[in-house]
């Protein structure tokens, strides 16, 4: 099987624009989460989605939003950027129902430096 | 709130000597445990994973992981180090007290000398 793949690998945007960022999970898996990854930080959750619905939400301001299309596919959108958004996105996603007890398949990550 | 804390944010072992990676959770109740690697510019990738079956854990690599309830940790071992193995190394936690939700530790980098 393919593994999780995100696009675009890198991305450059000027404060104030927006920006989507696209992942496809592994076939067959329906759970889809994103993470931010910072060096002050480390890996946040921003948020997980199953079946085109948002199960969970980490603790990021409304300028991030995402959504899951039927084919499990998903994006994340952050508009009105900020310089502290940059960071390596990652996509992740899980076989299972309840992803709790269900490793997840992390994509390679989305660079996204905001100038 | 379920937490994991990793013990020293950087490690360096010789080349063939025994890895340690620490790792301690805070859960009334035994989480699920995972030990991710990523290596530079990619994503992580999972080592192994506790979920409440064997309490020694054996993953991919020749790495391996015990569960220990009373002292709530998940330490990584591996017998004897190899260059490839210098990498950041993440442990991190889901379960009933964590809302569906993975945390992650604040990550771990560990470097072989040769």
């Given at each position: ?115 | ?56 854990v054996k993953g991919?690599?020749?790495f391996e992981a ?11 071992t ?37």
């Amino acid at each position: 099987k393919a593994g999780v793949t995100q696009t675009p690998r890198y991305l450059i945007k000027t404060r104030g624009q927006q920006v989507t960022l696209s992942c496809s999970p592994i076939s067959g898996h329906r759970s889809v989460s994103w993470y931010q990854q910072t060096p002050g930080q480390g890996l946040q959750f921003l948020f997980e989605y199953f079946s085109e619905t948002q199960r969970n939400k980490g603790n990021f301001p409304g300028r991030f939003s995402g959504r899951q299309f039927s084919n499990s596919r998903s994006e994340m959108n952050v508009s009105t950027l900020e310089l502290g958004d940059s960071a390596l996105y990652l996509c992740a996603s899980s076989p299972s129902v309840a992803a709790i007890a269900y490793e997840q398949y992390f994509g390679p990550g989305t660079r996204l430096t905001v100038t | 709130a379920q937490s994991v804390t990793q013990l020293g944010s950087h490690v360096s072992v010789s080349e063939g000597a025994l890895v340690l990676l620490r790792c301690n959770y805070s859960s009334s109740v035994p989480p699920y445990l995972f030990w991710y690697v990523q290596y530079p510019n990619q994503g992580l990738q999972l080592l192994l994973k506790y979920t409440s079956a064997a309490t020694l854990v054996k993953g991919i690599n020749g790495f391996e992981a015990e569960f220990k309830k009373s002292e709530t940790s998940f330490h990584l071992t591996k017998p004897s180090a190899h260059m490839s193995d210098a990498a950041e190394y993440f442990c991190a936690v889901s379960g009933p007290n964590t809302g569906n939700q993975f945390y992650f530790g604040t990550g771990t980098s560990l470097t072989v000398i040769p």
